[in-house]
C-alpha cells in the first residue's frame, strides 16, 4: 500500500511538471541548440541508465531514475526561477532560454517515458504538437 501511494505521488509530480511545460509554451518555434549543455548531459545520462536497465532487465532502476530525472528537474525550478521567467517579457533572453529548455526536456520524457507510460507519453506528445499547430 506505501508503495502504490509513493508511485501515485511519483506520477502526479511528473504530470505536474510537464503540465508546467505545456501551460508555459508560447513561442512559435524552440531552439533546441541553445538548451544548455549541463541539461543535454543529463537527459543523454537519463537514456543512457534507463538502456542499460532495460538490458539487465531492472525496470525498477529505470523508473528511479526517471524519478530522480523529474525531481532534480522540478527542483531547479525554484520560485527565483519561475519568478523571473514570469516577469521577463515574453521575447526576454531567460523566458527564451527556458522555453527552449522546457520544450527540449518535455520532448525527450515524452520519448524516454513511452515504454514506462505510454498514455502519458502520447498525451504529452500531442499536447507539444497541438501547441507547436495552434502557434502557427
Known sequence: EESMASAGKQYFRMRNLTRFFINNLHRNEHNHESVPDGTKFKIDKLKTDIAHSVEVFDLGNAVRSIVQF???????????????????????????????????????????????????????????????????
Open 70 to 136: 523529474t525531481n532534480d528537474y522540478s527542483s531547479m525550478l525554484t520560485e527565483d526561477v519561475r519568478n523571473k521567467f514570469y516577469e521577463d517579457d515574453i521575447n526576454g533572453e531567460f523566458r527564451v532560454m527556458m522555453e527552449n529548455e522546457m520544450h527540449y526536456v518535455a520532448t525527450q520524457l515524452a520519448d524516454v517515458l513511452f515504454p514506462f507510460l505510454p498514455f502519458f507519453s502520447m498525451e504529452l506528445k500531442s499536447s507539444l504538437k497541438k501547441l507547436s499547430n495552434e502557434q502557427r
